[in-house]
């Protein structure tokens, strides 16, 4: 069983920076993609961002291009999501997704399959 595991959530100031981790760990997992999505209580949850493990290739919902940055250490098999200029309306619970299958779009929920228990992300104005 593939179990991601997030860390690095908390509360900051609008204006301020923090950076998401998320090791996904089971036997034999080969990641294809991993990518971090959020959700806020009441609501749909949201892509944010994803990358070609292999290729590097990254996406981003528009909101947050130009601020976040997602990135991977191949060697320590770890995600992480850089936040900088965070707003109120990032205020989330985050989570890690991944896959070890091919897909053609990385950017919605349904094809990932591996998914963590989710960070909390307060930013307050």
């Known amino acids: 069983q593939v179990q991601p595991v997030e860390s690095g959530g908390g509360s900051v100031q609008a204006g301020g920076s923090l950076r998401l981790s998320c090791v996904a760990s089971?036997?034999?997992?080969?990641?294809?993609?991993m990518g971090w999505f959020r959700q806020v209580p009441g609501e749909a949850r949201e892509f944010v961002a994803s990358?070609?493990?292999?290729?590097?290739?990254?996406y981003y919902t528009d909101s947050v291009k130009g601020r976040f940055t997602i990135s991977r250490d191949n060697a320590k098999s770890t995600l992480y999501l850089q936040m900088n200029n965070l707003r109120p309306e990032d205020t989330a619970r985050y989570y890690c997704?991944?896959?070890?299958?091919?897909?053609?779009?990385?950017?919605?929920?349904?094809?990932?399959?591996?998914w963590g228990q989710g960070t909390q992300v307060i930013v307050s104005s």
């Open positions: 997704a991944a896959t070890s299958h091919f897909r053609s779009i990385l950017t919605t929920e349904p094809n990932f399959d591996y």
């Open positions: 089971g036997r034999t997992f080969s990641a294809y993609a």
């Open positions: 990358i070609h493990w292999n290729l590097g290739n990254t």
